[in-house]
């Protein structure tokens, strides 16, 4: 009897497994050679994309006037787009923000480009892409390629007054890829690097005078920020006063 349930046992293995290798597809060298070319043209890139934030989200003011129009607010988003996704293939799509797993294919696609939106632009953001063959080849489901993308943070300092005479400054950039910076650092960084600049042929009174009023309108702004942190205001300020002040006597020797 036992004998007998080993040979049902075999039997069944065996069956399982030549439907297991039959039911396999695997492609032709010519036809792997062709995927993976088209799997290298693949491209992932991203935009800055603006629209009107949704009142659902952001309540509007009371205009009062019902013939009074109000503009709604501006925000901004990126795109992300994954180019010559064929009916060869599909993507999925992974990143480390919220750990969502999305997959796509060519009938999510408009002319071959596969696109949606990112709006959670207060940190920076990786991306992983796969790309995985389709049930319209003779090997779906095999892993073509893998295509990362790194999506930047917005800036929070970017619109600053201080950031007016330097935009091509790191910390005054719209987009940037590093972690957050305290705001008295920011001031410390941008004070420095606006005093180096001024050797760029401005009158020294007029952009010393011009400085130091954008820093007390950048404390005003922040004064609540401040307030907590008033020993290290008074080292950032201080050295600001001593930089200006030893500027103007050196002018009047």
Known sequence: MQRFLKVIFAFLISVIFVSNVGAASVCSTSEQAELRTA???IRAMNQEMEEDLDPSIYGFPDAGDETTEIDPPKVNYFDI???????KFYIEVTNDYDKERVRYNN???????ITFPWR?????????????????TGCPNELMRTITLKLPRFNEYYDYALCTDAPEFNLCQKYVTFDYVEQINFLEQITEYLTNK????????EYDNSLWKRIMDFIADNKYYFIGGGAALVIVAGVAVVVIVKRKRSLDL
Do not use: C, H, M, P
């Open 81 to 87: 787009s994954v180019s010559n996704i064929t009916d």
């Open 120 to 136: 959670n632009l207060e940190q920076v953001t990786n991306f992983t892409i796969k790309v995985y063959t389709s049930e319209n």
């Open 107 to 113: 009938s999510n696609s408009t002319d071959d480009i």
């Open 198 to 205: 001024r050797n760029q042929g401005i009158n020294a009174n």
């Open 39 to 41: 799997a290298g043209n």
